[in-house]
């Protein structure tokens, strides 16, 4: 059986090769080049002395560095997206083929009478290609976050959209996720084309809902708040989630959306500290006027991932239960 299922599933596993050598001839110079600009640039030492707390005197020494850094990589970081699709293909290019190809092609019947039960076949099947997809998930996580580190560092953060989604463990969930679903709609559709389709646009569908609209609420987010006239400002190297800021008045209204107001001895224009506050005031209603965040903490990365990566094992476990019941049913 094993024999049998390399010899069916060699020219994709050729071709998952070359991919992944195509996409590691890229990754690699480029990876290496960011990591060098990063250390070389003097922006990895700045980062480190500026620690991870929410409020910091910056005083704009690693915001220029960052800035440089950012406006030389700032197309690189597109090459994300390519990293995003690689779970979606193993389901599409793995998955659906593994029973629609057998039904349309008739083959099923000859397999199916040679002694071999049709629930042994198809967990022996997935057992293979969930060990091969599971192996080239890890190895595409660690090289993400390898890749990805300089740009992270840089103010991304581990938590922003197609960071987050290519590192840590949540990409073995979406992977087994995706194997799983190609292989459940070639045992619905049982053509080979419609399968591949339909896997690709539930995935996409899965993913989405999952995360624009589970993923902010696995935990209830913090708040942070400070003076416009305090030397302190929220570090943007934490690494946190920002859900929304702005500025809040007196009365607690949000008078400010998505924006700062620095009015600190150095920071407020024209006047000074109290010149700033006055017009602020003015502006903006009665004080005392605070900038406020909330966001999910650096520290709470782990904890979304497990949660993210659970929640795609449990639909992946869902899934090939519901494909062996189907598959028993094929005639």
């Not at 017009?279 to 909330?294: C, L, S």
Request: hydrophobic share 50%; net charge positive; aromatic share 10%.
């Amino acid at each position: 059986m094993i024999w049998l299922t390399w010899r069916q599933h060699r020219k994709q596993a050729l071709w998952t090769a070359a991919a992944i050598l195509a996409l590691a001839a890229v990754l690699v110079p480029t990876g290496l080049a960011m990591r060098s600009s990063f250390q070389d640039s003097g922006l990895g030492a700045c980062l480190r002395a500026l620690g991870h707390a929410q409020l910091v005197d910056d005083k704009g020494g690693c915001e220029a560095l960052s800035e440089r850094l950012q406006n030389k990589y700032e197309s690189t970081a597109y090459l994300a997206v390519l990293l995003v699709l690689l779970p979606v293909l193993a389901g599409v290019f793995l998955g659906a083929p593994l029973v629609a190809r057998e039904v349309e092609n008739g083959t099923h019947r000859l397999v199916w009478t040679q002694g071999i039960s049709r629930r042994r076949w198809i967990l022996t099947k997935f057992g293979l290609i969930g060990a091969v997809a599971l192996v080239l998930s890890v190895g595409y996580a660690l090289g993400a976050a390898w890749w990805l580190q300089p740009l992270a560092d840089n103010g991304l953060g581990r938590f922003r959209y197609l960071v987050f989604d290519v590192q840590g463990i949540a990409p073995i969930g979406y992977t087994l996720f995706a194997v799983a679903l190609g292989i459940l709609a070639g045992t619905i559709w049982r053509r080979v084309l419609p399968a591949m389709g339909i896997s690709l646009t539930a995935f996409i569908a899965v993913r989405a809902a999952v995360e624009l609209f589970a993923r902010p609420r696995f935990l209830p987010p913090r708040t942070l708040s400070y003076a416009i006239d305090s030397p302190l400002t929220a570090n943007r190297f934490a690494g946190s989630w920002i859900y929304q800021e702005g500025v809040r008045n007196g009365t607690g209204a949000l008078v400010v959306p998505d924006g700062r107001i620095g009015c600190g001895a150095d920071g407020g224009p024209g006047g000074g500290s109290a010149g700033c506050l006055a017009r602020v005031a003015q502006e903006y209603g009665p004080g005392p006027h605070t900038n406020w965040q909330e966001y999910q903490p650096a520290d709470r990365f782990w904890t979304f991932q497990a949660i993210e990566t659970g929640i795609f094992l449990a639909l992946t476990v869902l899934l090939v239960t519901v494909a062996v019941r189907r598959v028993r049913r094929i005639s």
